[in-house]
């Protein structure tokens, strides 16, 4: 049967369904019947629409989501300003510029940090675009060892699609819960509220922030009405709240702004939602359940081909960013160089690696919890070592991949590195152009 075989369990309750419209509650009665904001709602709650897009969206496009909960989201103090040193998401200062640069980069496995929450484990590694023009992405890492206490977060630049690597996340909602264990991804959209807790230990994975609409399922094309990631897979949670019943409790709320990060008190949960109904919610996905759609004749498809989510730009077949996996899966084609081509790009590609090997690298410099950046126009593909074993390569059917998943954030961007991503973490390989490529050997024979 398709589908990852988690060792950590997943007790949670969820609702089914890409961009599905959902109503859920955690007692029964409290959505009202028949409109949004009733005189009086339910058992005495506050109604309070959360929207993910303008009002005057076209209806296939619109993202709203009407929640019930026990006081509003406005009732917290004013935000204040985070100690910059506290924080690694900043691309906005002179000391922490993007660094725009042709050459082809790697790093080595990022680091696990058990000393920071989820908050203060966030790193930007690249980025392109403003997240006050609600234009662009940014791609961070994070890694934390400690829970999030009585607090919580929302990105108010963009939707976080989160790739785990390494460790579980639970992940409390506004509306609902969700477990995120590596294999898995979750998407968390622009400013929904959420606290993370580690039960099995310290956590590192990877992100995409799209600053620029929304993460949609890619067009099918002539593959036809099925097939990669079908809206029937991915999860939703149901409605779950916590409830001070009164007494005043002390909560952080925590912003991420325009890339800095600010702060502010409030005297209640955050996590008060009795119940929702709307399209705008986070969701999960298992990606092995990926309905993988390859060659079966001759030639290397486009790796667009394992594209799982898609943020569009204003250009149709162009995408700010697309989420690509490159899960296990039959080479079978004949006469054909197998592993991805030479290739130079006006997309951006950079890869990250979830667990195993991946095919195009046999040196070993890429390994899990590493990454690599292709930026437009930048010469890359497979290594010397792999340019060799796949040219004299038998040409039967081959399982490539099992154990092994990679994946790829593109964009049409040409996208900035941080100071922190290309110096302070100290994990670029500055001889990966070295030991890549220029190993290659001539073959070319005059007639």
Same mark, same amino acid.
């Given at each position: 049967m398709p589908g990852t075989k988690f060792s950590h369990p997943d007790s949670y309750q969820y609702l089914t369904g890409f961009g599905s419209y959902h109503e859920t509650e955690a007692i029964e009665g409290a959505l009202p019947v028949g409109q949004n904001s009733p005189q009086k709602a339910p058992y005495g709650l506050y109604a309070e629409k959360l929207s993910g897009t303008a009002f005057t969206a076209p209806r296939h496009e619109n993202s709203q989501t009407w929640v019930y909960r026990i006081l509003p989201a406005a009732a917290h103090q004013n935000f204040v300003a985070e100690d910059a040193s506290s924080y690694h998401t900043r691309m906005t200062t002179e000391a922490s510029k993007l660094h725009h640069i042709p050459n082809q980069l790697r790093w080595d496995p990022f680091d696990l940090d058990e000393t920071v929450d989820w908050v203060h484990g966030l790193h930007l590694v690249a980025g392109a675009g403003d997240p006050t023009m609600k234009s662009g992405l940014g791609i961070l890492l994070y890694a934390a060892g400690k829970d999030m206490g009585s607090e919580a977060f929302y990105s108010a630049d963009g939707d976080f699609l989160i790739v785990p690597q390494h460790g579980v996340l639970d992940i409390q909602t506004e509306l609902g819960k969700l477990v995120v264990r590596p294999n898995?991804?979750?998407?968390?959209?622009? /400013?929904?509220?959420?606290?993370?807790?580690? $039960?099995?230990?310290?956590?590192?994975?990877?992100?995409?922030?799209?600053?620029?609409?929304?993460?949609? !399922?890619?067009? !099918?094309?002539?593959?036809?009405?099925?097939?990669?990631?079908?809206?029937?897979?991915?999860?939703?949670?149901?409605?779950?709240?916590?409830?001070?019943? /009164?007494? $005043?409790?002390?909560?952080?709320?925590?912003?991420? +702004?325009?890339?800095?990060?600010?702060?502010?008190?409030?005297?209640?949960?955050?996590?008060?939602?009795?119940?929702?109904?709307?399209?705008? #919610?986070?969701?999960? #996905?298992?990606? /092995?359940?990926?309905?993988?759609?390859?060659?079966?004749?001759?030639?290397?498809?486009?790796?667009?081909?394992?594209?799982?989510?898609? &943020?569009?730009?204003?250009?149709?077949?162009?995408?700010?960013?697309? +989420?690509?996996?490159?899960?296990?899966?039959?080479?079978?084609?004949?006469?054909?160089?197998?592993?991805?081509?030479?290739?130079?790009?006006?997309?951006?590609?950079?890869? &990250?690696?979830?667990?195993?090997? #991946?095919?195009?690298?046999?040196?070993?410099?890429?390994?899990?919890? &590493?990454?690599?950046?292709?930026?437009?126009?930048?010469?890359?593909? $497979?290594?010397?070592?792999? +340019?060799? /074993?796949?040219?004299?390569?038998? !040409?039967?059917?081959?399982?490539?991949?099992?154990?092994?998943?990679?994946?790829?954030?593109?964009?049409?961007?040409?996208?900035?590195?941080?100071?922190?991503?290309?110096?302070?973490?100290?994990?670029v390989q500055e001889e990966y152009n070295e030991h890549s490529w220029r190993p290659l050997k001539r073959h070319f024979k005059r007639p």
């Open positions: 898995e991804i979750c998407v968390i959209p622009r /400013g929904v509220r959420y606290r993370v807790t580690l $039960p099995a230990g310290p956590v590192r994975g990877y992100i995409c922030e799209l600053y620029q609409g929304h993460f949609q !399922l890619p067009e !099918l094309g002539p593959i036809g009405s099925n097939g990669l990631a079908n809206a029937r897979d991915f999860k939703a949670p149901v409605a779950a709240f916590d409830d001070d019943e /009164g007494i $005043p409790s002390e909560h952080t709320l925590y912003s991420k +702004f325009n890339n800095n990060l600010f702060s502010a008190k409030q005297n209640h949960t955050p996590f008060d939602v009795v119940a929702w109904h709307g399209n705008y #919610y986070p969701y999960k #996905y298992d990606l /092995g359940r990926f309905n993988t759609v390859g060659s079966i004749s001759f030639d290397h498809p486009d790796p667009s081909i394992f594209t799982v989510l898609t &943020g569009p730009s204003d250009h149709v077949g162009t995408a700010i960013a697309d +989420f690509v996996i490159f899960p296990p899966r039959w080479l079978v084609a004949e006469g054909t160089f197998r592993p991805p081509w030479y290739h130079r790009n006006t997309m951006s590609e950079f890869m &990250g690696l979830i667990t195993g090997n #991946y095919d195009a690298k046999t040196g070993g410099g890429f390994q899990p919890a &590493g990454a690599s950046l292709h930026n437009v126009m930048s010469a890359h593909g $497979p290594d010397s070592d792999a +340019f060799e /074993g796949a040219s004299n390569a038998e !040409l039967k059917p081959q399982k490539v991949g099992d154990g092994s998943l990679a994946f790829m954030f593109e964009s049409c961007l040409m996208v900035g590195v941080s100071e922190w991503g290309l110096k302070t973490c100290q994990k």
